[in-house]
């Protein structure tokens, strides 16, 4: 199946008079006729569902459908982006462990990090999306269990280098961990570029109309967590789960994933409702017609921003001249996402200004949906700071998030127009 059709069937082959739907198993727990049948089932024995925080089959249908448009061999859905990136990194690094991760991610990803999984005990060292060889292999450390970046950062919009990334973290017998949720499958499959790992808002693109808060992760299958030596935690007996060594069980197509199933959804409980994997199958459907649209109307939007007067510059990867023009022509030659950001001639204020003006572009701390909608970081996100650590932060006081919905380009740009003329 191509791409197109993996979003409308991929993950779900019904049978004879079964629903053409997915169905949604509304079921917290499920019935056995033997405790032995059930024992088997939490052995990881025989595979099979017993209760809802652990697996559902509304679930695992819609993480099989994503599974099948990165090219992985196994994935689970997550309560959340957030819930995915925390499990993505915590199934592999665990309290005196290291990772190298990006400097441009998600705000909430690297609070998640720099902060939390801190306080947790795994240590971070940041780097550039832009940082050479030598810079990346110089923040490697003999803890260090995996490298960590985003296709294209929100709300950054550089672009990462995923085949460098990728070299790195091999020389260094580590996985790489790619959060693919602005660019979606549709646009770049991390995979084939060496990643290892990759994660997604599910909230963004995937879901679409703004419905359902979600998160994926999927596995390549391609990372040998034993020949690496450094993951006892997969290659080892786990005596918290009746001893399995998930390496030898279920080999490196399964081993990540059935431990971040059978251990931390066990314990966080971090799942999706299958209420919202129903509505994040259904914007699957969709996805590669949509990001078709969104990546139209943001070029339209970018070319027509360049151009106006009150618009001191723009930042779009698919734009010519920008500067991750090149990585994004070579990892997402069908256009890369939706979302635009630029700023105004008048600084804070004009940008205010700017924003009051705005009919179809709602203000929303959301991207990546549908219906447009625009954010003005440093009087929403980000108001608690001044100008110079706005600078530091890489928000200037100008700055305007633009994320395309799949409206009429025109309608767009006109609404662009009649609110950037009022900033005069
Ligand atoms: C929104 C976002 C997240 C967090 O996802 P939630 O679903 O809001 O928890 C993580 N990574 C990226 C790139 C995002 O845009």
Redesign the pocket.
């Given at each position: 199946m191509r791409i197109e059709t993996k979003c409308v069937q991929g993950g779900y082959n019904p049978g004879n008079g079964e629903p053409r739907q997915i169905p949604i198993v509304q079921s917290t727990t499920f019935k056995y006729s033997t405790s032995e049948d059930m024992g088997k089932l939490f052995d990881l024995e025989a595979s099979g569902y017993f209760y809802s925080r652990l697996q559902n089959p509304t679930c695992d249908t819609v993480a099989a459908r994503i599974c099948a448009l990165e090219g992985g061999t196994a994935a689970m859905l997550t309560s959340?982006?957030?819930?995915?990136?925390f499990f993505a990194v915590f199934n592999i690094a665990s309290n005196g462990d290291h990772v190298v991760a990006s400097s441009a991610?998600?705000g909430?990803?690297y609070n998640l990090f720099a902060v939390t999984m801190k306080r947790m005990g795994v240590d971070f060292t940041f780097v550039s999306p832009d940082a050479t060889e030598d810079e990346l292999r110089a923040a490697f450390k003999p803890n260090t269990k995996a490298l960590f970046g985003?296709t294209i950062?929100?709300p950054a919009l550089t672009v990462l280098d995923i085949e460098r990334f990728a070299k790195i973290a091999h020389e260094n017998n580590v996985p790489l961990i790619i959060?693919n949720?602005?660019a979606t499958p549709i646009n770049c499959r991390p995979f084939e570029w060496g990643a290892d790992i990759v994660?997604?808002?599910?909230?963004?693109y995937m879901d679409g109309h703004g419905s359902a808060?979600?998160?994926c992760i999927v596995d390549s299958g391609k990372f040998d967590w034993k020949a690496a030596g450094k993951f006892d935690c997969l290659c080892t007996p786990d005596e918290s789960y009746h001893g399995v060594n998930y390496y030898e069980r279920f080999g490196m197509e399964g081993a990540y994933i059935t431990k971040a199933t059978a251990q931390l959804m066990r314990d966080f409980g971090c799942t999706q409702s299958p209420q919202s994997a129903f509505l994040l199958g259904l914007g699957l459907e969709s996805l590669h017609v949509r990001m078709e649209r969104h990546c139209q109307n943001a070029m339209a939007v970018a070319q027509f921003l360049s151009s106006h007067p009150n618009v001191t510059w723009v930042r779009y990867p698919s734009l010519k001249g920008d500067k991750y023009y090149d990585l994004a022509e070579k990892y997402m030659p069908k256009g890369t996402c939706g979302v635009v950001s630029f700023g105004v001639k008048g600084g804070r204020a004009a940008a205010e200004k700017f924003m009051k003006n705005m009919k179809l572009g709602a203000i929303e701390t959301h991207?990546?949906d549908a219906r447009t909608c625009c954010l003005h970081p440093a009087s929403a996100t980000h108001r608690q700071m001044n100008d110079a650590e706005l600078v530091a932060a890489g928000v200037s006081p100008d700055l305007i998030r633009y994320s395309c919905g799949i409206e009429s380009a025109e309608d767009l740009i006109d609404d662009l127009r009649q609110a950037l003329d009022t900033i005069n």
């Amino acid at each position: 199946m191509r791409i197109e059709t993996k979003c409308v069937q991929g993950g779900y082959n019904p049978g004879n008079g079964e629903p053409r739907q997915i169905p949604i198993v509304q079921s917290t727990t499920f019935k056995y006729s033997t405790s032995e049948d059930m024992g088997k089932l939490f052995d990881l024995e025989a595979s099979g569902y017993f209760y809802s925080r652990l697996q559902n089959p509304t679930c695992d249908t819609v993480a099989a459908r994503i599974c099948a448009l990165e090219g992985g061999t196994a994935a689970m859905l997550t309560s959340s982006g957030q819930a995915a990136n925390f499990f993505a990194v915590f199934n592999i690094a665990s309290n005196g462990d290291h990772v190298v991760a990006s400097s441009a991610i998600y705000g909430g990803t690297y609070n998640l990090f720099a902060v939390t999984m801190k306080r947790m005990g795994v240590d971070f060292t940041f780097v550039s999306p832009d940082a050479t060889e030598d810079e990346l292999r110089a923040a490697f450390k003999p803890n260090t269990k995996a490298l960590f970046g985003e296709t294209i950062a929100n709300p950054a919009l550089t672009v990462l280098d995923i085949e460098r990334f990728a070299k790195i973290a091999h020389e260094n017998n580590v996985p790489l961990i790619i959060d693919n949720t602005f660019a979606t499958p549709i646009n770049c499959r991390p995979f084939e570029w060496g990643a290892d790992i990759v994660t997604h808002s599910t909230t963004k693109y995937m879901d679409g109309h703004g419905s359902a808060v979600g998160g994926c992760i999927v596995d390549s299958g391609k990372f040998d967590w034993k020949a690496a030596g450094k993951f006892d935690c997969l290659c080892t007996p786990d005596e918290s789960y009746h001893g399995v060594n998930y390496y030898e069980r279920f080999g490196m197509e399964g081993a990540y994933i059935t431990k971040a199933t059978a251990q931390l959804m066990r314990d966080f409980g971090c799942t999706q409702s299958p209420q919202s994997a129903f509505l994040l199958g259904l914007g699957l459907e969709s996805l590669h017609v949509r990001m078709e649209r969104h990546c139209q109307n943001a070029m339209a939007v970018a070319q027509f921003l360049s151009s106006h007067p009150n618009v001191t510059w723009v930042r779009y990867p698919s734009l010519k001249g920008d500067k991750y023009y090149d990585l994004a022509e070579k990892y997402m030659p069908k256009g890369t996402c939706g979302v635009v950001s630029f700023g105004v001639k008048g600084g804070r204020a004009a940008a205010e200004k700017f924003m009051k003006n705005m009919k179809l572009g709602a203000i929303e701390t959301h991207v990546a949906d549908a219906r447009t909608c625009c954010l003005h970081p440093a009087s929403a996100t980000h108001r608690q700071m001044n100008d110079a650590e706005l600078v530091a932060a890489g928000v200037s006081p100008d700055l305007i998030r633009y994320s395309c919905g799949i409206e009429s380009a025109e309608d767009l740009i006109d609404d662009l127009r009649q609110a950037l003329d009022t900033i005069n």
